[in-house]
């Protein structure tokens, strides 16, 4: 199978005040399925999402994403998760609101992905009073509720228990099926076996990569790969 | 008989005056100090933090300062002496919104400040305009940003000194309660002088507890 390669990343470097996060960094991904960012704590995992995303800006470099995956059509899921001062359902209109979607596809579209995710009973209510597991549901309904045609997850479930963790996992499986491509930071090897077909390895800021995921676990690609490996 | 009734009308002329020219005030100032606050939040430039700094220092401007200044743009020699505003309320209110602009709009810098850290990466993932980002802040801190208009309109209700330079304190026209208290007192009427100032505290307090029972402040869980 031929798929063809989408979403290139040219010798990008991304520094703050002087300092080098992230770089430089030379790979190609698919358009198509869940690629995992895998890594040591600080090694520059976030910021490469924060990067392809347009939150961080490259200090040189190249960034060439399709046009089907322009901003517009982007989502990203924080591992901390941002919630705005509103109620569930105001949480969820958000990014339509914005799109400029008319009100009654706004309430339907609301209506329909709080039932997908067990949340069309707690619409009303403040979304600072629901749990990690529910907040982290919300904020993913939030980014799909757009259908983005690329979603970043920066460690979603680091803060959840397993129910939680495989109800997003799921939802995950769901939209990468239906053809949107998903970029997932994560620590959890487990679940990278679960989800990714491929894998960015990020050491130092150094980026290594793509590489199937059994391939990765096989055959480490390098003494820092596996130092990682043995250590998680 | 007679005398009890012009007192009380003469009351009820000047409370009724006091609080049309302050929350006038009050209100202009609002809308043009929370969407500047808000927009100066989350725009970096230059000269960001003169503006923030000359803000700050602006919150304790002296009002008589702000009453002579009207009142040479307002005098008939002066810039704008032909709209012919000087001793009226409108004349008032401008020199309240000089007042209390600095005083809102710095308030609501804070404010918004504090949220647009909150809310930056998310409202940049979400592709929101400039516009949209101003109008989620001023919602989503609704609750400190009405603060801020109550510590205008505290600032603004007690005012005297600018009001009486470019008011007049005329009867009938432009006498408020701060001037009146102040004409009572020089008179030597003091204990008119006193509730006149009663009435004034009781009407700040109505404003505020209104304010906050109308918007439901402090009952919205954590926020």
Known sequence: ?232 | MGHEYTLWVGLFEVTILSLQVTLTATVLASLIGMPFGAWLALTRFGARRWIIATLNALMGIPPVVVGLIVYVMLSRSGPIGVLNLLFTPTAMVIAQVIIILPLIASLAHQACRDLWAEYHDLLISLGSKKMQRIQVLLWDGRRALLTAALAGFGRAIGEVGAIMIVGGNIDHATRVLTTSIALETSKGNLGFALALGGVLIVLSLTVSFAVHGLSRTERASRW
């Not at chain 1, 939680?164 to 620590?187: F, M, P, R, W, Y």
């Open chain 1, 1 to 232: 199978m031929v798929e063809s390669i989408m979403i290139k990343v040219e010798e990008v470097v991304v520094e703050r005040r002087g300092r080098r996060l992230l770089g430089p960094a030379t790979f190609s991904i698919n358009d198509k399925g869940i690629t995992a960012v895998i890594g040591p704590n600080g090694a520059g995992k976030s910021t490469l999402l924060r990067l392809m995303h347009g939150l961080e800006r490259a200090r040189y470099g190249q960034l060439n994403l399709p046009i089907h995956m322009n901003s517009q059509q982007q989502a990203f899921l924080f591992q901390h998760p941002i919630l705005l001062r509103r109620s569930v359902q105001q949480n969820l209109i958000l990014p339509l609101k914005l799109r400029g979607v008319p009100t009654e596809i706004r309430e339907q579209e609301v209506v329909k992905i709080a039932t997908e995710f067990g949340l069309n009973k707690l619409l009303e209510q403040d979304a600072f009073l629901l749990s990690g597991g529910e907040k982290q549901k919300l904020t993913l309904a939030r980014a799909l509720i757009i259908k983005p045609n690329l979603l970043f997850l920066d460690e979603p479930s680091a803060n959840l228990d397993r129910p939680s963790t495989l109800i997003i996992e799921n939802a995950v499986k769901v939209v990468a099926d239906q053809g949107c491509k998903v970029i997932l930071a994560s620590h959890s090897m487990a679940q990278v076996k679960r989800l990714a077909e491929d894998v960015l390895f990020i050491s130092d800021g150094v980026v290594h990569g793509p590489f199937f995921v059994q391939d990765f676990l096989q055959k480490p690609p390098t003494e820092s790969a596996q130092d990682w490996l043995e250590d998680i």
